[in-house]
């Protein structure tokens, strides 16, 4: 079986061909108007950009699929979920503030801020999916509540997944803190030989996880959360990612990512937007520069199809010198394991597919001009 996804690259010569319009012009080719009803609550699910990022999607953009589900009656929020990390969006009311100086108020996005898991993270419903790693899983109340839902996805790399899409956005994004734990329990920190024992680690970790000892730094395991704030911490870079479970942990937030389309066949569609397409997760206070050129946006009702097209399509670029891209800068070649060449992005896609989350083949759908 083969999905359709449907492109547009970005080349522009009149008003006609503008990104704005594009959007648009997606929306109603992949024919989303038939995923809402009238007075529908829709969530448009996003991600805001940790304060210090700019590669998040541009709100004006967002407005016009905003602007496209209020012309079918329905009733759109933008939405996000809290984060496991101790950042400016780590509880609602400063998620929202970073949203706002993000542009995503009401007068640019044209629709409410609610964050999915309340306050703290302690708004979530368990969620049936009985596989492998998960026989329930921890959505966000709000997802779960919406009667549809529109998902759009900044599509670049990832330390932990390879590469962040789609499926890392209804993972991750639509997950409560306490799911964004399990997912995470597989990978906490090790701390390698030579700590110094100057104790920024400990004075780093919000959860007190951490203390000295005689030899050094040690790790309080089951107090772990895994937010990674002492690897950032760590001045001589001697606490590391436990790259032995990755694979788990893809599978794992795969498995997140059924669990939040589950109660809702028939009334979602994913965007991914191929620009800014820098190494990283926009949940770091900065943006790196992009490791391949602008390429346009993809659409589709397949998650795992939709992340397919969007990683072929990366790896039909040629990639920058003057990146993070350190191997792989060939057409052709795998761009996202030219950066995090410890992870295979990979695994996303076939587990998304064995799970039944979606289809590796596709029809691509060229609609640019």
Request: hydrophobic share 40%; glycine share 8%.
């Given at each position: 079986?083969?999905?359709?996804?449907?492109?547009?690259?970005?080349?522009?010569r009149t008003d006609e061909d503008n990104k704005i319009n594009k959007v648009k012009k997606l929306f109603e080719a992949a024919k989303f108007n038939n995923l809402i009803k009238e007075d529908e609550l829709v969530a448009v699910k996003l991600h805001f950009g940790e304060e210090g990022n700019d590669s998040y999607i541009s709100p004006v953009l967002v407005r016009q699929i905003v602007d496209k589900i209020a012309s079918l009656g329905a009733k759109p929020f933008i939405?996000?979920?809290?984060?496991?990390?101790?950042?400016?969006?780590?509880?609602?009311?400063?998620?929202?503030?970073?949203?706002?100086?993000?542009?995503?108020?009401?007068?640019?996005?044209?629709?409410?801020?609610?964050?999915?898991?309340?306050?703290?993270?302690?708004?979530?419903?368990?969620?049936?999916?009985?596989?492998?790693?998960?026989?329930?899983?921890?959505?966000?109340?709000?997802?779960?509540?919406?009667?549809?839902?529109?998902?759009?996805?900044?599509?670049?790399?990832?330390?932990?997944?390879?590469?962040?899409?789609?499926?890392?956005?209804?993972?991750?994004?639509?997950?409560?803190?306490?799911?964004?734990?399990?997912?995470?329990?597989?990978?906490?920190?090790?701390?390698?030989?030579?700590?110094?024992?100057?104790?920024?680690?400990?004075?780093?970790?919000?959860?007190?996880?951490?203390?000295?000892?005689?030899?050094?730094?040690?790790?309080?395991?089951?107090?772990?959360?895994?937010?990674?704030?002492?690897?950032?911490?760590?001045?001589?870079?001697?606490?590391?990612?436990?790259?032995?479970?990755?694979?788990?942990?893809?599978?794992?937030?795969?498995?997140?990512?059924?669990?939040?389309?589950?109660?809702?066949?028939?009334?979602?569609?994913?965007?991914?937007?191929?620009?800014?397409?820098?190494?990283?997760?926009?949940?770091?206070?900065?943006?790196?520069?992009?490791?391949?050129?602008?390429?346009?946006?993809?659409?589709?009702?397949?998650?795992?199809?939709?992340?397919?097209?969007?990683?072929?399509?990366?790896?039909?670029?040629?990639?920058?010198?003057?990146?993070?891209?350190?191997?792989?800068?060939?057409?052709?070649?795998?761009?996202?394991?030219?950066?995090?060449?410890?992870?295979?992005?990979?695994?996303?896609?076939?587990?998304?597919?064995?799970?039944?989350?979606?289809?590796?083949?596709?029809?691509?759908?060229?609609?640019?001009?």
């Amino acid at each position: 079986m083969r999905s359709d996804v449907y492109f547009t690259d970005f080349r522009s010569r009149t008003d006609e061909d503008n990104k704005i319009n594009k959007v648009k012009k997606l929306f109603e080719a992949a024919k989303f108007n038939n995923l809402i009803k009238e007075d529908e609550l829709v969530a448009v699910k996003l991600h805001f950009g940790e304060e210090g990022n700019d590669s998040y999607i541009s709100p004006v953009l967002v407005r016009q699929i905003v602007d496209k589900i209020a012309s079918l009656g329905a009733k759109p929020f933008i939405t996000d979920t809290n984060t496991l990390y101790y950042g400016s969006r780590h509880n609602s009311p400063t998620h929202i503030k970073t949203a706002v100086l993000h542009g995503f108020d009401y007068a640019v996005s044209g629709a409410p801020i609610i964050i999915a898991d309340g306050l703290r993270g302690e708004n979530w419903n368990n969620v049936e999916i009985k596989q492998k790693h998960f026989e329930n899983v921890m959505i966000a109340g709000d997802i779960v509540s919406a009667d549809s839902m529109i998902v759009m996805s900044h599509f670049k790399g990832h330390e932990m997944a390879g590469f962040g899409g789609t499926i890392k956005n209804l993972a991750m994004g639509c997950a409560a803190i306490p799911g964004k734990i399990e997912q995470h329990a597989c990978v906490k920190p090790i701390i390698l030989e030579g700590c110094t024992s100057c104790g920024t680690c400990i004075e780093s970790c919000p959860e007190k996880a951490m203390q000295m000892t005689e030899n050094g730094a040690e790790m309080i395991y089951d107090r772990c959360i895994a937010c990674n704030n002492c690897i950032f911490a760590c001045s001589n870079s001697l606490i590391k990612l436990d790259w032995g479970n990755m694979n788990e942990f893809i599978e794992k937030m795969t498995e997140y990512a059924l669990g939040a389309v589950k109660n809702k066949k028939g009334k979602i569609g994913y965007m991914n937007f191929l620009m800014n397409i820098t190494p990283d997760c926009d949940c770091l206070p900065w943006s790196d520069s992009p490791i391949v050129p602008d390429i346009g946006i993809l659409v589709s009702d397949d998650p795992v199809a939709l992340d397919a097209a969007s990683y072929d399509l990366v790896n039909h670029q040629r990639g920058f010198k003057d990146s993070l891209l350190h191997q792989n800068h060939l057409e052709g070649e795998d761009k996202f394991k030219g950066i995090w060449d410890m992870v295979d992005g990979h695994v996303q896609l076939r587990y998304g597919r064995e799970i039944g989350l979606g289809n590796l083949k596709y029809d691509l759908i060229d609609i640019s001009h």
